[in-house]
Every structure is written in C-alpha cells, then in structure tokens.
C-alpha cells in the first residue's frame, strides 16, 4: 500500500517561500509521476506540478515562475517550493502519486497552509 503525507509549515508569511514535503512510503519515487496540488477556499483542485521518476518536472504555467519541485530519493521526498507567497496562495496542499493513463491513484491526506502577516 502506497502512502504519502505532507508535511510543513502551516502558516507563511507574504512574500516568503511556501515549502512543503512529501514523504512517499510502499513505493519509490524512482517510478511513476508525483505530483502537487492545491484547493484554495471554495475553488477546485489545481494542479502545481509533477516530478517523473527521471527527475524531470514540468509546472502550470501559470504557478511556473515561482515554483520549484525537487527530490531526495534517498528519503524518497519529494518536495514543492513556491516563491513570493501571497494570500492567493492559501490552500490545501496534496501530494499525490500520478500513473501514467492521466490518473491519480493514491493521495496525501492533505495539509492546510495559509499565508498572512
């Protein structure tokens, strides 16, 4: 059974890097896409982002300039870093496990970060 959880601060300020961790356990990140997601108050899901098993990501181009997924494949983490944080970043964060059909198979329970002085 694969499982992720998220992990990191709850709480940033303007202007500050949103860090957030994504601990992979039952699987290796050496596989498959792991990606990010968020769902601001009263919005549906967006997506963030994708880190392959190569390594290689890809981003919303929106969200792009901004953001930065890595790895630690030794811990088999995956992380997500959103520069410049601003209210409009306020959301709740999954990580979650992409196959490679379009589908998303199992999710972090989610963790809410909202961003304010």
């Known amino acids: 059974q694969v499982q992720l959880q998220e992990s990191g601060p709850g709480l940033v300020k303007p202007s500050q890097t949103l860090s957030l961790t994504c601990t992979v356990s039952g699987g290796s990140i050496t596989t498959n896409y792991w990606s990010w997601i968020r769902q601001p108050p009263g919005k549906g899901l967006e997506w963030l982002g994708v880190?392959?098993?190569?390594?290689?990501?890809a981003y919303s181009p929106s969200l792009k300039s901004r953001t930065l997924i890595s790895r630690d494949t030794f811990r088999n983490q995956f992380t997500l870093q959103l520069s410049s944080a601003t209210p409009e970043d306020t959301a709740v964060y999954y990580c979650?496990?992409?196959?490679?059909?379009?589908?998303?198979?199992?999710w972090g329970q989610g963790t809410q970060v909202t961003v304010s002085s």
């Open positions: 979650a496990r992409l196959l490679t059909g379009g589908l998303y198979d199992y």
């Open positions: 880190i392959a098993y190569s390594g290689t990501t």
